[in-house]
């Protein structure tokens, strides 16, 4: 049987440590319950982008800067594509941009969406975010499970 591809989504540009933190939460789960696709050089495309910031005065009208952007969300954008599922970090405090387009993206292309809102319920998330009916789970078991019954052919009824 083949693995499932798993887009893993959440906060990097707003975060301190650029992501590194959820996502070493939820490697070891998405890593055996399929392959995780994500840009080859994520990590360093988002110290090029802190660099950049960084030293420049002005970024804001860089080009540089412009086109960085741009890679990271074409890449992004075809990474969803070739996906099967897609698993997102968030939570009522998470501030992002990017996850929020890829989700809707996922939901456009008929994707089953996934968020781990690490201990937050449901009744804490954003209304937004309920009404797309996004799969939210509050704890890692409940989003392998979630992910294992629809693996199995089972549908959630929102």
Known sequence: MRRIKIYEAGPIDQEADGGLGWRATLF?????????????DVEERQREFRKLREE?????NSLLYYQLAAKIVEE????VKECDIVVAYLTPLTVTCGTHMELL???Q???????????YRIVDMP???VG????????????TE?????????????
């Open 132 to 143: 797309n009916g996004f799969r939210i789970c509050s704890t890692l078991e409940e989003l």
């Open 109 to 119: 292309l008929g994707k089953p969406v996934y968020i781990y809102s690490d201990g």
């Open 28 to 40: 070891p789960v998405l890593n055996r319950l399929g392959d995780i696709v994500k840009p080859k």
């Open 105 to 107: 993206l996922a939901k």
């Open 56 to 60: 420049s005065k002005d970024f804001v």
């Open 146 to 158: 979630s992910i294992e019954y629809r693996s199995l052919g089972g549908y959630y009824q929102f």
């Open 127 to 129: 209304t937004f975010l």
């Open 76 to 79: 992004s954008v075809e990474l």
